[in-house]
């Protein structure tokens, strides 16, 4: 093994091949035939150029060995040069979105505390682009994540910028490949996959906004040979026209991942016939890596709707009570990355871990073991929504709500959707049952809530949502919503 930091490998692609690309930005917006517009390529040279200059910007202002960076810019080459730049000192990058209310960024920084919050590009004009002595960040990464409360917690990897140079790349990515990725580099999946590209030498197509047709466009140009998806996009390209996917060639993709929600069965079974089963890949895990599963489209369409198999030191279903759950039996999913409780793969800034005996971990997920040891998920244990890949937590949002002087009460749910897989629904309690102006219900909102989260329909009552201790059923309001007028149960 031949461990070396993560810019020193970056730095090693340039040198072997300087003028090959590096980065496409891509922000126009699906337009069939317009191929070109809104894309611009830094070549290795110019992105570590980029890189080193940003680097010295951030010295400038105080930045050095372990400080965490926050990183509030949209999908760019500035955001990759500063993640870079970062580990270029040995600092942390901490991305977040660039789209985030200033309330919301404001409880981030105040946990985060970081030394510079880089929401504009910064100045770089003038500065040297020279090399910078080598660096080591520990950790790689803090990520930021929503906790049940609705306040944010970081999620820091205990894992330092050091790659095995003598080792193939990871993720069935090859070296000096092509990756597309659509996704937004403040999550966990999209940052991940995109780094570990560039650090294989790929040339990365970097998408500013998801668009269907758009990213068609861009396989047939580019020529990936991976990429990654959440269920949600999927569900997008596969509702486009027949004659629109078919005008495309997509046969350069040989390893797509989906992951971050659960993926519908006839959805990923679409996807297989569509482009193979070899190149369907499916990983269930958590920002916090304390395990995962990973399984093919071959093996999938053996054990449909599964998530893969699991390595029993690492997983366990539990009942309540603590005891194993029966082979298809549905507890709570628990991992661990080892059976050393001294070992771990993260640490939250912010919140405390769901920890039991032996180093047993839960996020909250719901699922079954079968009797091959393969995992399926069954839903969360909490109120989390899962929409468009996203995690939701209504207690947010209720806080928000609340705030509007009309709100008596309100309880925020998540009702099925075939396109986001959840859609965040408000129920709000007024005096006298009547609605809000809902222009003015979601400009309240807007000052306090990234735009996804505002809900995405409203009910009003004068109903009572909660008990007298003040709790929710929250489950209950929703199965109330998904039975049909004739008071039978309506199947998702």
């Given at each position: ?22 980065l496409?930005?891509d ?8 191929t ?10 110019e ?75 910064l ?33 820091l ?39 570990t ?42 509702k ?12 350069s ?67 309540p ?7 298809g ?14 070992l ?7 919140a ?7 180093g ?8 079954s ?51 986001l ?19 003015d ?52």
């Amino acid at each position: 093994m031949a461990l070396i930091s993560y810019p020193h490998r970056l730095a090693d692609h340039v040198a072997r091949d300087p003028d090959h690309p590096a980065l496409t930005i891509d922000t126009a917006g699906g337009r069939a035939g317009d191929t070109t517009a809104g894309q611009h390529t830094s070549t290795r040279a110019e992105l570590e150029a980029l890189a080193n200059r940003t680097a010295r910007a951030l010295v400038a202002r105080g930045v050095g060995p372990d400080d965490l960076v926050t990183i509030a810019l949209p999908n760019s080459a500035e955001f990759v040069a500063t993640t870079i730049a970062c580990w270029k000192l040995g600092a942390v990058p901490q991305p977040v979105s660039a789209r985030l209310p200033p309330r919301e960024l404001e409880a981030i920084i105040e946990l985060a505390a970081p030394r510079v919050v880089v929401d504009n590009p910064l100045d770089v004009d003038g500065l040297d682009d020279g090399p910078l002595p080598d660096a080591v960040s520990n950790p790689y990464k803090a990520m930021t994540s929503g906790g049940s409360t609705g306040r944010p917690k970081l999620i820091l990897a205990n894992q330092a910028s050091l790659i095995d140079a003598d080792a193939a790349p990871l993720l069935g990515m090859r070296i000096d490949g092509t990756h597309l990725m659509p996704g937004p580099l403040y999550h966990n999946g999209p940052f991940i996959w995109t780094m570990t590209a560039l650090l294989a030498g790929n040339h990365v197509v970097l998408m500013g906004k998801f668009d269907a047709e758009r990213t068609l466009q861009l396989i047939d140009r580019f020529h990936p040979d991976s990429m990654y998806l959440v269920p949600t996009m999927m569900a997008r390209i596969s509702k486009l026209p027949a004659r629109v996917r078919e005008h495309f060639d997509v046969s350069s993709l040989k390893v797509v991942w989906h992951l971050a929600a659960p993926c519908p069965p006839w959805l990923k079974e679409e996807w297989i016939n569509w482009l193979g089963a070899e190149t369907i890949w499916e990983l269930y895990g958590g920002t916090e890596a304390q395990a995962a599963t990973i399984i093919t489209g071959v093996e999938w369409m053996a054990h449909k709707g599964s998530v893969g198999k699991v390595n029993v030191d690492q997983f366990k279903v539990l009942r309540p009570d603590g005891t194993e759950a029966e082979p298809g039996e549905v507890g709570e999913v628990f991992m661990r990355p080892s059976d050393d409780e001294n070992l771990r793969t993260y640490h939250y800034i912010g919140a405390e871990a769901r920890r039991i005996e032996g180093g047993w971990e839960s996020l909250g997920d719901m699922g079954s073991l079968d009797a091959d040891g393969y995992l399926y998920l069954s839903d969360r244990q909490t109120d989390m929504i899962l929409a468009g890949g996203a995690n939701i937590y209504p207690a947010e949002i209720e806080a928000a709500l609340d705030e509007h002087p009309r709100v008596r009460s309100c309880a925020v749910i998540g009702l099925p959707d075939d396109d986001l897989g959840n859609l965040v629904h408000a129920i709000v309690q007024t005096d006298d049952g009547t609605a809000i102006d809902l222009d003015d219900l979601r400009a309240h909102l807007s000052e306090r809530l990234v735009r996804y989260k505002i809900p995405r329909t409203f009910e009003f009552t004068d109903d009572a949502l909660r008990d007298d201790a003040g709790k929710l059923r929250r489950s209950a309001l929703r199965a109330d919503r998904l039975k049909p007028a004739d008071g039978s149960e309506r199947e998702e």
